[in-house]
């Protein structure tokens, strides 16, 4: 796990791991497998929505890890941007409880790469962009599918509970809920 960097995304980085990056953020289908492994599928399987591209990180403040073991061949480990929380996810929320400040998104660490503190030394980017900049940093949890697939739903029931655990251990604190997304709030360090 030594060899595993964390860099910031350039078009360089988005040319070398597009399509491994593809396959962790989005799988290769809307099975159960794949709705497990992959990081978005259960997201986008379930919202109807089209595959997240790492090129679409471009322009946010984006990172990603990378395994150099190889140096010849480095493999995508995961991702995470974070952008100024757009509007329509704030009108998701109740008026008092809307967040104002930068929001996570595309939170991706590979399947075989979990549990290993990779996740935490992405979150650590946004921790240290949110201080320097000394703006709130938020992040969304889906909490349920918008479609009624029982595969969807099973997966959710799965997932949801796993990640209120992980962003508790990273001091994030549950806000409230919308009915489909719980908001969290980084309390610091
Ligand atoms: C969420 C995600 C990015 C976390 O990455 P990770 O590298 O596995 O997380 P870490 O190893 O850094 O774990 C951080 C903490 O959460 C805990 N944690 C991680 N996965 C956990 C799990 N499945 N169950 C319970 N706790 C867990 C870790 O033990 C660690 O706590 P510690 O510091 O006390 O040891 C990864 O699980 C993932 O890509 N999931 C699929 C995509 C996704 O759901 N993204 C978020 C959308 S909101």
Same mark, same amino acid.
């Given at each position: 796990?030594?060899?595993?960097? %964390?860099?910031? $995304? ?12 593809? %396959?962790?953020?989005? *799988? ?10 992959? !990081?978005? #599928? %259960?997201?986008? !399987?379930?919202? *109807? ?12 403040? #984006? ?20 952008? @100024? ?6 009108? $998701?929320?109740?008026?008092?409880? +809307?967040?104002?400040?930068?929001? %996570? ?16 030394? $992405? ?10 900049? #000394? @703006? ?9 599918? +918008? ?43």
């Amino acid at each position: 796990m030594d060899c595993i960097e %964390v860099r910031r $995304l350039t078009p360089e980085l988005v040319e070398t791991h597009r399509k491994q990056a593809y %396959v962790a953020l989005n *799988g290769e289908g809307c099975d159960l497998k794949s709705m497990r492994k992959s !990081c978005f #599928a %259960v997201e986008t !399987c379930g919202h *109807g929505g089209k595959g997240i591209e790492l090129e679409k990180l471009l322009g946010s403040n #984006a990172f990603v890890a990378v395994d150099e073991v190889d140096p010849a061949r480095p493999t995508f480990v995961g991702c995470i941007c974070a952008k @100024i929380t757009p509007s329509y996810i704030k009108t $998701l929320f109740p008026h008092d409880k +809307q967040p104002n400040g930068l929001m %996570v998104f595309t939170f991706c660490v590979a399947e075989e790469y979990r549990e290993k503190h990779i996740g935490k030394r $992405l979150m650590e980017e946004m921790f240290k962009l949110s201080e320097r900049s #000394a @703006i709130p940093l938020y992040l969304c949890v889906a909490i349920a599918p +918008q479609n009624g697939d029982p595969d969807c739903r099973h997966e959710y029931e799965y997932r949801v509970p796993r990640l209120f655990k992980t962003y508790g251990k990273m001091n994030f604190l549950h806000v409230c809920d919308c009915d489909l997304y719980s908001l969290f709030f980084w309390k610091g360090r």
